[in-house]
T-cell receptor, first 109, second 114 residues
Framework: QKEVEQDPGPLSVPEGAIVSLNCTYSNSAFQYFMWYRQYSRKGPELLMYTYSSGNKEDGRFTAQVDKSSKYISLFIRDSQPSDSATYLCANTGGFKTIFGAGTRLFVKA | EAQVTQNPRYLITVTGKKLTVTCSQNMNHEYMSWYRQDPGLGLRQIYYSMNVEVTDKGDVPEGYKVSRKEKRNFPLILESPSPNQTSLYFC?????????????FGQGTRLTVV
């Protein structure tokens, strides 16, 4: 079993839709959870991170961690074509970081 | 401008010919790391460094070497590259002050070993 599992997609949605991206993780010792966005031919960029359980909101993006089910989610409201990218979830305890395989998202205008 | 710079961006080489991919950061970050990205497998950590002269293995270190003689530089060395090391490589840096949650990535190095 991979330490962080993520559905690779691709996921295709119309502009304006609410997008839900999900991951599961197995290492309970890692308390920090991140979402990165990666555009084609670029390095990943941090979108947001959360510590332990709960929600965190930043504009159209909401990150959610459910430690009881070991589930990480990213919600994108009012999705835009510019949101088309690969989204990577990650889990870290400090030095070692484990990434999911990434979900490719396409937002159609 | 804060950045992580990798060189080269693209490299085609032959099996067994030693190569080095350089990585440099200008943010005075203590922590640096190398990843490889393969379809369906995502980003996998090769090596990481907590500070100068302190390195440790990640999940896929076989066939790679690293060194951290200066804070800003973290080169990745392939002593005898093989075709299974064909991949997209990323260097990243971050600060312990953010618990390494915000990693800054380079633009990537696409390596092909024939």
């Amino acid at each position: 079993q991979k330490e962080v599992e993520q559905d690779p997609g691709p996921l295709s949605v119309p502009e304006g839709a609410i997008v839900s991206l999900n991951c599961t993780y197995s290492n309970s010792a890692f308390q920090y959870f991140m979402w990165y966005r990666q555009y084609s031919r670029k390095g990943p960029e941090l979108l947001m991170y959360t510590y332990s359980s709960g929600n965190k909101e930043d504009g159209r993006f909401t990150a959610q961690v459910d430690k009881s089910s070991k589930y990480i989610s990213l919600f994108i409201r009012d999705s835009q074509p510019s949101d088309s990218a690969t989204y990577l979830c990650a889990n870290t305890g400090g030095f070692k970081t484990i990434f999911g395989a990434g979900t490719r998202l396409f937002v159609k205008a | 401008e804060a950045q992580v710079t990798q060189n080269p961006r693209y490299l085609i080489t032959v099996t067994g010919k030693k190569l080095t991919v350089t990585c440099s950061q200008n943010m005075n970050h203590e922590y640096m790391s190398w990843y490889r990205q393969d379809p369906g497998l995502g980003l996998r950590q090769i090596y990481y460094s907590m500070n100068v002269e302190v390195t440790d293995k990640g999940d896929v270190p076989e066939g790679y070497k690293v060194s951290r003689k200066e804070k800003r530089n973290f080169p990745l060395i392939l002593e005898s590259p093989s075709p299974n090391q064909t991949s997209l490589y990323f260097c990243a840096s971050s600060s312990p002050r953010t618990m390494n949650t915000e990693a800054f990535f380079g633009q990537g190095t696409r390596l092909t070993v024939v």
